[in-house]
């Protein structure tokens, strides 16, 4: 960015010349196709990935019976946490910080200070199983996990428009399910 800066006054005063072998391309016309994306990429400088989120947690609790009649019988939950979503940036102008004659006094950039979110991700989990042993060599286990265990069918915002600050795509988390698994191990 320095270096465009420190230039664009010596390209300004040269705008008129054309590359060789080409009549029609000038400096000028060069360095104004791209005034867009020069300001895009000095207006991101700062900005968070789009479709990061900040933080991520996960929590699974087990317990597991060992005497008595439920010897063997274990119990456990899930619980896993996502902070909001960066779905972009809304639009706005802002100087052009890359003038030159010709170039607009103002361009169309996603702005640093207007984030649009999405929305926040929290899901539970359940699992319940029973393990033995089968003979000398042969361990047992069967475990049934519920997932998504509250059911949660709410759209979430995945893509927004960021001209108009409105979400443009979602998507449908995956209803309760319930996974059943047999394990053999010798």
Do not use: C
């Amino acid at each position: 960015m320095n270096f465009i800066q420190e230039r664009a006054p010596i390209w300004a005063a040269n705008s008129t010349l054309t590359g060789p072998n080409n009549t029609n391309t000038t400096i000028a016309s060069r360095y104004l196709a791209i005034v867009q994306t020069l300001n895009q990429m000095k207006q991101a400088d700062g900005q968070k990935v789009e479709n990061g989120r900040n933080w991520r947690v996960n929590f699974v609790s087990r317990y597991a019976f060992s005497e008595g009649t439920l010897r063997g019988t274990f119990v456990g939950a899930g619980y896993r946490f996502r902070s909001p979503q960066n779905l972009g940036y809304l639009a706005s102008l802002v100087p052009n910080e890359f003038p030159l004659t010709g170039a607009p006094a103002q361009v169309l950039v996603p702005a640093r200070n207007a984030p649009l979110k999405g929305d926040i991700v929290s899901e539970t989990e359940l699992f319940l199983g029973y393990s033995r042993r089968l003979g000398q060599r042969v361990n047992w286990r069967v475990q049934l996990n519920i997932r998504n265990l509250l059911d949660d069918q709410d759209p979430m915002d995945q893509r927004a428009n960021i001209t108009a600050g409105f979400t443009t795509v979602y998507t449908v988390p995956e209803p309760r399910s319930f996974i059943l698994t047999n394990t053999f191990s010798f």
